[in-house]
């Protein structure tokens, strides 16, 4: 999955309807709902405030609203957006005041997709990875060889502590596990042990994809 980089505000104008865009990273309902109530009372004289929001790590929780616009043509384009591009833990709202001119049902359909994709493309993305949190211990003689050798690599070391003896701790996937206990044993001779402590979400720039 991925998340919004920033929030922020992103606007265009179509056929003179002022088509208004903020969106916010959040981590709950109620921090969701909390921003879209700021935004529809700071916009209160608009026409409509229409919503949607993605939540979870897998995306599980997600919401729209049209807000007074004919029924799946704002709140559904627009967490439509969030969906195909994967994003989750993250609100948007789109404040339209009317300038006149009716859109019709596929109009506004678009309108309210491209003003929340518009948005995306200002405001950027970020990866998110889960990985493993494996804790390194090694004895002092070896600890500051392999710290440098650990840093050295494409792995994230987290944080280094020097105890009764050194640990080292790690992040890295899963599916690496094998292979870093491999190399752990090539480099100290078998004299470091690890332990697997927990998992951690990183944010990273985002690969090729929609």
Not at 10 to 39: G, L, N, P, Q
Not at 58 to 66: A, F, K, L
Not at 87 to 107: C, P
Not at 173 to 185: C, S, V, Y
């Amino acid at each position: 999955m991925r998340t919004i980089r920033r929030g922020g505000e992103h606007e265009t104008e179509i056929r003179k309807s002022r088509f208004i865009c903020a969106m916010a990273r959040v981590d709950s309902e109620e921090a969701a709902r909390a921003f879209i109530a700021e935004r529809r009372k700071e916009h209160w004289s608009a026409n409509h405030n229409c919503t949607a929001y993605v939540l979870g790590e897998d995306g599980g929780v997600q919401r729209s609203s049209d807000d007074g616009e004919p029924a799946g043509t704002a709140g559904v384009p627009m967490l439509e957006v969030l969906r195909h591009r994967r994003i989750t833990d993250a609100v948007a709202v789109v404040t339209r005041y009317f300038g006149g001119t009716k859109l019709g049902a596929g109009g506004l359909i678009r309108a309210y997709g491209n003003s929340v994709s518009a948005a995306i493309e200002e405001f950027g993305l970020l990866e998110r990875r889960r990985l493993l949190v494996v804790d390194v211990f090694a004895d002092y003689v070896l600890g500051g060889r392999l710290e440098s050798d650990l840093r050295d690599s494409a792995l994230t070391v987290r944080e280094v502590a020097y105890e009764d003896r050194v640990r080292i701790e790690v992040a890295l996937p899963e599916a690496e596990l094998p292979d870093f206990g491999i190399r752990l044993a090539e480099l100290t001779g078998g004299k470091a042990e690890f332990e697997v402590r927990g998992a951690t979400v990183i944010e990273v720039e985002p690969g090729p994809g929609p």
